[in-house]
């Protein structure tokens, strides 16, 4: 089954990829979670658009890649959150909260999708998340959760 995807897929490629799969593995699995269409003819428009989408908000090469972990990797990152008497946060911090601390550090539009938190956030205090910013890079930041 030939398939093109519209999410990254560990082992299998990037958005705007055209790949061939096995059948059930598509169907089962890679069309119904909405990470790959059907490829048509007409679905080479489709391929041009995510491929433009992410030229634009991804990382261009491995060096800017390292300059930017050189950021990050600097000093801890601080995201302010609204919590209560105790310390205790009002929900967790999104990852959409950490995409913009680590924008404002970093000065480059990170994508969300890049940020790999393996705990939810739901406390002040110090805490670690990992970046992948390149195929080869991926960048541990240290961050500190404060009050608003």
Known sequence: ????????????????????????????YLIPRNVAVRWTRGGQKQVDSIKAARASRSV????????????????????KVRSGANGRLFGT???????EALTEVSGETLDKRTI????PIKSLGAHTI???????????????????
Not at 63 to 78: C, G, N, Y
Not at 116 to 119: L, S
Not at 136 to 148: M, Q, W, Y
């Open 130 to 148: 990992a970046v992948k910013l390149h195929d080869d890079v991926s960048a541990t930041v240290s961050l500190n959760v404060i009050p608003a």
């Open 60 to 79: 261009r090469d491995q060096t800017h890649a390292d300059q930017i972990k050189a950021k990050l990797e600097a000093a801890p990152v601080d995201v």
């Open 116 to 119: 790999v938190v393996t705990n």
């Open 1 to 28: 089954m030939k398939l093109i995807l519209t999410q990254e897929v560990d082992g299998l490629g990037s958005p705007g990829d055209i790949v061939e799969v096995k059948d059930g593995y598509g169907r089962n």
């Open 93 to 99: 911090v999104t990852i959409g909260d950490l995409a």
